[in-house]
Each structure stands twice: as structure tokens, then as C-alpha cells.
């Protein structure tokens, strides 16, 4: 799968997209956000506050419950501020 | 017509209003909005990032959903990523149609699901101090009053 970050999250974390095979653990994205942030380091400071995150799957925003396949798209970012 | 352009360039308001109308004559309103940087408490500067693939598709969405909703002739939806100065034009959205009252609530409705569903972010810049901009409550309440 792919992660994309964006905005505070991309600069934390130190990079703007990442390739890993979906960890046999992890159904959902709220399954994801455990499994990233146990990486610890800046990992653990983002992705310890899920409150201040939000995820798109395949480019549409889906909530944390929504179930991954090893092909997805997954992105993290804040709450948006366009317009 | 619709057009969806999400890019750095700047836009001409009045051309994308006369382009809405132009060769049609069912049109009888045309409302435009223009977001324009405010330059207020010692900003310099914005930076606006996106989430290429995915904010055309975002705001497309909100479009289809509009023009479920209301009569529509035609929208323009333009919002400019990059680096921004405070005085730049931002973001335009432009909607066509029959009658005025549509096209104010259409127009009224895709600017506030613009701020909280297309996904772009702004970075503040005030001198060397660079500082993402938190989503407001207030921008999410507008925006849940159309449910």
C-alpha cells in the first residue's frame, strides 16, 4: 500500500509518501495508526493524536473504521483550511 | 459547462463570469464569489498545499451534488495552490443559472464545502515564522447546515 502525508503531518513525520506491504495485523485505518504509531519516534508524536488527523482511502475522506487492501492509497492530514 | 481547475496561475474573475453566460440565452444569473488573502495580523505570505488527485475529484463531487439540488446551467470552481501574497485572488467559484436564487445557494453551498472537504491546507508566513492554519468550527457549521 501507500501512504501519503500532508501538510503538519508531512513535515513530522519526515517524509511525503512511503510504500510498505499492509502488516498482517492491520484490517483498518484505525488498525494503521496503532501499527505506525508503534514505529515511535516522530511516528509516535503524530499518530499518538488521532483526534487532530484525518484520512482519505483511495482519494475520497473515509472514516477510521473503513477496511484496507494492499493496493489502497491511504493519506493522513489535519483538517482542511482551503477555500 | 463546468470547469474545475485547481492551480498556481491567477485568474480573471470577470472573464470566467462572461465565459459562465456566453452563447447561452437561458441564463438569467450569474453569482460569483472571489476569496481574496487578507493580509491581517502581520501576515507575509501563504502557502496553500494539496492533495493532487484528489481535490479536482473532491470539488467534482460537490459539484455533482449541487447540481442535484439546484437548476444549474454551469459552474467554475478555481483554486490557486502555491505561494500566495496577501491581496491575491485565492479562489473563485462561479455558478450559472435560470433564476438568481438558485445560483446564490449553489455558489453559497460549493464555497462552504470548499473549506471543509477539499483538501488543501494553508501555511501562514509572518516574517520567518511559518505556522499551519487550524480548521475553524465556525467553517463546519456552515458547512453542516445543507445537510
Known sequence: MTLLYFAWVRQSVGCSEENL???????????????LRARGGP????????????AALNREHVR?????HNEDEIAFFPPVTGG | MNTILVQSEDFDAGAECEALGSGRRDIGAVVAFTGVVRGDQGLSALTLEQYPGMTEREIARHVREAELRWPIAGVTVIHRVGRLLPGDRIVFVGVAC???????????????????????WKQEHRGEMAVWVEAKDTDEKSALRWR
Do not use: M, S, W
Open chain 1, 21 to 35: 506491504p499492509l502488516p498482517d495485523n492491520v484490517r483498518t485505518i484505525e488498525e494503521l495508526i496503532t501499527y
Open chain 1, 43 to 54: 511516528y509516535e508524536q503524530v499518530f499518538g493524536q488521532p483526534d487532530r488527523l484525518r
Open chain 1, 64 to 68: 477510521f473504521d473503513a477496511n484496507l
Open chain 2, 98 to 120: 435560470e433564476h438568481r436564487t438558485a445560483a446564490f445557494e449553489a455558489a453559497e453551498f460549493l464555497t462552504d464545502y470548499l473549506k471543509t472537504r477539499a483538501p488543501l
